[in-house]
């Protein structure tokens, strides 16, 4: 015999933090109002990954050409198992990987993102430095 349980409904948000330039040790990370996006706690934010970073972004070629696509580094990740429903308010951040020095916060205002997804797959939300 065994006893069923309902489970939480849960939703996952594809966080995109765009011109997110940084220097050797440093990432950047989503921080928010919400417990799974560590409660404004920066040491309790979630890593991103840098999905465009190529080299000609941060060394150009001589003679000012850019390169084929973005100018600017592109940061992102899908966090998983956030609450349905609610809106919260969340920031992009860069700091270093060890915790030491200054926060830097993406500049003012908070983004705010919410859906009325109950559960799955509820968007992408978009900040920039």
Do not use: H
């Amino acid at each position: 015999m065994f006893t069923l349980q309902p489970a939480a409904a849960k939703t996952s948000v594809n966080f995109v933090c765009d011109n997110g330039f940084t220097q050797p040790g440093q990432s950047v990370f989503v921080v928010g109002g919400i417990a799974e996006l560590g409660g404004w706690d920066t040491a309790k934010a979630v890593k991103l990954d840098p999905s465009i970073y190529w080299e000609y972004i941060y060394n150009p070629p001589p003679g000012g050409d850019t390169g084929p696509g973005p100018d600017a580094p592109v940061w992102t990740g899908v966090v998983a198992d956030l609450p349905p429903g609610p809106v919260f308010e969340w920031k992009c951040i860069r700091r270093n990987e060890d915790g030491s020095g200054t926060v830097d916060w993406q500049p003012d205002p908070n983004n705010a993102f919410g859906a009325a997804v109950t559960s799955g797959y509820a968007g992408q939300a978009y900040g920039s430095f």
